[in-house]
């Protein structure tokens, strides 16, 4: 599925926040971090052959993907991050995805919806759950809550990706085209905002529809 932005790829450096290791096992680190879609080193470690990944990227084909609407959202933010990377100029701040962290005192609670209506959720218990587009009822809402978080690309710069939040806070991570915008607060603070509010509400009706997900009774 990354196959044609992976043959535009060579070799990244690790970003800041790519050391951050919430969970107790390697595997669940990983996919924490692909959360993210800003490192492709870190993809290379995933079952991803990597003689998809080219020597010599040609950025007018990385751009290509990045404003192509009909790829995967993931995709498309790797490419917009090779291109900011390699000082390509960076004119869009479309938003791809977002990553909700609610730090617990057992653990780390990370979900992530994507405009293509991907989700992936990890709970702070360990346990994982990845949907690809499907059930509907998920991928619309996934749509909804990065729908939500548009308004709040618009506040400040892109900023580097940092280690999670302290137990007591909530943090929304948009993914967007010129970089990574961070909301941080208390679950008070952010609830009250007129902006990150309505990103709240977003995430909570995500959550309660995967966890349906898995209480429903086989057909």
């Known amino acids: 599925m990354f196959k044609k932005l992976f043959a535009s790829f060579g070799a990244r450096k690790a970003l800041p926040g790519a050391s951050a290791k919430p969970y107790k096992t ?6 924490y971090q692909l959360l993210f879609c800003d490192d492709p080193d870190l993809v290379k470690a995933t079952p991803v052959q990597a003689s998809l990944f080219g020597a010599a990227p040609d950025a007018r084909v990385v751009q290509t993907i990045g404003e192509d609407p009909a790829e995967e959202s993931r995709v498309r933010l790797l490419a917009w991050h090779w291109l900011r990377t390699s000082g390509q100029p960076i004119a869009s701040r479309e938003v791809l995805g977002i990553v909700v962290e609610v730090p617990l005192e057992e653990g780390l609670d990370a979900l992530a ?4 209506g991907s989700v992936r959720y990890i709970n702070h218990t360990g346990s994982v759950a990845v949907f690809e587009g499907s059930p509907a009822e998920v991928a619309e ?7 939500a978080a548009i308004p709040l690309a618009v506040r400040g710069a892109a900023r580097n990706r940092m280690a999670p939040p302290a137990v ?3 943090r929304f991570s948009l ?16 609830a009250r905002d007129a902006l990150s ?15 349906r997900q898995g209480t429903q009774p086989p057909a």
């Open 141 to 147: 809402q996934g749509k909804r809550l990065v729908h």
């Open 168 to 170: 007591g806070n909530v």
């Open 175 to 190: 993914l967007t085209a010129d970089g990574l915008h961070v909301r941080e607060g208390t679950f008070s603070d952010i």
């Open 113 to 116: 919806a994507y405009a293509d």
């Open 26 to 31: 390697d595997e669940l680190n990983l996919i």
């Open 197 to 211: 509010g309505p990103a709240l509400q977003e995430a909570q009706r995500l959550l309660d529809t995967i966890v």
